[in-house]
């Protein structure tokens, strides 16, 4: 065992009374040497220790960059009381909720050093005032983190363009070592995590995605019915056989409204919960179901990252979610204390339409394009990202996904935050016909892999194999089947015969159309594979030109 390697087993014993598992050992070590690193560890595994260790022993502030208000506030009281070397562990947040005395009170205590941890969002690193603060405070950031990282993804659950910035920062605050921190991340969301953040040769730590606990299921509506009443009369049925706590998860804001009532007349508390709801109403929601007080919550993905409520016994999809990305994040909400939970995902191939919908809202016409892009080239100087959008006479909305693929191609730099973004020319591209195609192209593909996860997540619907190998297969990882805690493992006459074949999620394929693509699983039926030009592929062997792997 190296020095650091001891030094980090003392300060765990110290923080939290315990040695680290193996894959926290592992990535602390690497981010101790200096190195970049990517953890991608399953939910409960203790991925929050690992920034908190390393951050300790290499000393200074540690930046760590979060999602939600909410799990700010969880990280800072899980770091608060906790004592090294004889002395507390000092930690704070900066977030826009904060009292202008609260803000302060933090920006002198990082002026004078007083800080171990810092919890912020992504966009307060935006603000001059606390990029200033952080940089020139007393103790320089010798590690930055960023948790939730598959939120960096252009692909990944929700993806925030405040993401697109944090390179920068990483820069800015002189290149300490950056570590990323998530449960969900297949192995091409791995290499856009890695890219985005601008990692230097990354050390990639990958624990097992299985969840052992959670029993997977699907339970096809009647087809009779109309979509809304058939999904809700099958989520009922499902519910009242099941335990609680639980979770449903539904498409549309009405949808969660309209279950909750039903579920109401049944006799089960529940309540909804989505982004269309009063702050204030939100919180009384999460408040009552973490108090016990409510049998269901029926929401949107909103309720999702922060909910750590470890006795959650049944977790249901209300239709098939945009990603098999989302999925596996939202039923990770289930069984988090080991006992046995249960997933289940309400089919109806009539509610696909809906992310589909929801995902062609970000479809950049050539006509938004040429809006936004002529508009930029006749400023020619420095503009406000709402003033661009009014001399475009096109939507907010529209506007700033223009312009974050305009940032992402280095054209133009965003600097502050909110409302106050403005827009600074980095270059100007010598025919804007020539940007209007790169863009279009850009698009055309992005909507090639948002369709290509919604398949995915269909596929896993539909299939009749084991259903744990097939939700395994998609982060890259082998399962031999039959699990015997699924839905199709339980029905003889549909087992599944898998034989095993090691897959790394790197393995190099050929297709004829789309190239070079990485093989994530194959059995005795299919290959399922990534092409970064159109997404996730199920194949035939047949279809491949070549690189198939012998079946053992």
């Not at 969880?74 to 009381?81: A, K």
């Amino acid at each position: 065992m190296s020095a650091s390697q001891r030094t980090a087993s003392a300060v765990a014993r110290s923080l939290f009374g315990f040695t680290l598992r193996p894959s926290q050992e592992q990535a602390v070590h690497a981010v101790v040497e200096g190195q970049d690193t990517l953890a991608v560890l399953p939910t409960g595994s203790g991925k929050s220790a690992i920034y908190q260790v390393a951050g300790m022993v290499i000393g200074g502030l540690t930046l760590v960059v979060s999602p939600l208000i909410a799990l700010q506030r969880d990280q800072v009281r899980s770091i608060t009381g906790r004592r090294y070397a004889s002395r507390p562990v000092k930690a704070a947040l900066l977030n826009s909720a904060q009292s202008i005395r609260d803000r302060r009170e933090t920006l002198d205590l990082l002026a004078r050093g007083d800080l171990d941890f810092l919890l912020i969002g992504p966009e307060q690193l935006a603000n001059a005032e606390t990029a200033a603060a952080v940089r020139t405070g007393a103790r320089a950031v010798g590690l930055f983190c960023v948790d939730e990282a598959h939120l960096v993804s252009e692909w990944g659950q929700e993806f925030r363009p405040e993401y697109l910035r944090l390179v920068d920062a990483v820069t800015n605050l002189g290149s300490p070592p950056v570590l990323a921190l998530t449960a969900t991340a297949s192995p091409p969301v791995q290499s856009n995590i890695t890219r985005r953040l601008g990692m230097r040769t990354p050390h990639v730590v990958v624990g097992g995605f299985d969840r052992p606990n959670i029993s997977l299921a699907m339970r096809y509506t009647e087809p009779a019915s109309t979509e809304p009443r058939a999904i809700d009369e099958r989520c009922v049925e499902v519910l009242m056989q099941q335990e609680t706590p639980a979770l449903v998860y539904a498409l549309t804001h009405a949808r969660c409204e309209a279950l909750a009532a039903r579920l109401r007349l049944k006799g089960l508390r529940a309540a909804p919960y989505h982004g269309g709801l009063a702050s204030r109403t939100r919180a009384d929601v999460q408040d009552a179901f973490f108090a016990g007080s409510l049998d269901v919550v029926v929401a949107t993905s909103a309720f999702g990252l922060g909910v750590d409520k470890p006795d959650i016994r049944t977790v249901v999809h209300a239709g098939v979610p945009a990603s098999i990305d989302d999925y596996y994040q939202e039923i990770g909400r289930a069984g988090r204390d080991g006992r046995p939970a249960t997933a289940v995902l309400v089919h109806d191939a009539r509610t696909v339409r809906i992310p589909r919908s929801l995902a062609a809202r970000n479809h950049l016409g050539e006509a938004t394009l040429h809006r936004v892009v002529d508009a930029l080239e006749n400023v020619g100087c420095d503009i406000a990202v709402a003033d661009l959008a009014r001399s475009a006479d096109i939507s907010a909305h529209s506007t700033d996904r223009v312009v974050n693929e305009l940032a992402d191609m280095g054209i133009v730099q965003v600097l502050g935050s909110g409302h106050h973004r403005v827009l600074v020319p980095q270059r100007r591209p010598h025919r804007s016909a020539g940007l209007i195609g790169q863009l279009l192209t850009r698009d055309k593909r992005r909507q090639a892999l948002v369709a290509s996860r919604l398949d995915a997540a269909r596929h896993y619907a539909e299939t009749t194999r084991c259903r744990r190998a097939e939700l395994l297969a998609y982060f890259g990882e082998t399962y031999t089947a039959p699990c015997g805690n699924c839905d199709n493992d339980d029905a003889p006459e549909r087992k599944p015969t898998r034989r095993p074949v090691v897959i790394d999620g790197s393995t190099p394929v050929q297709h004829r159309l789309w190239g070079e693509g990485h093989l994530l699983s194959q059995d005795d039926h299919e290959l399922l594979v990534y092409f970064a030009s159109v997404g996730y592929k199920h194949l035939t062997p047949s279809t491949l030109v070549s690189g198939i792997l012998q079946q053992a």
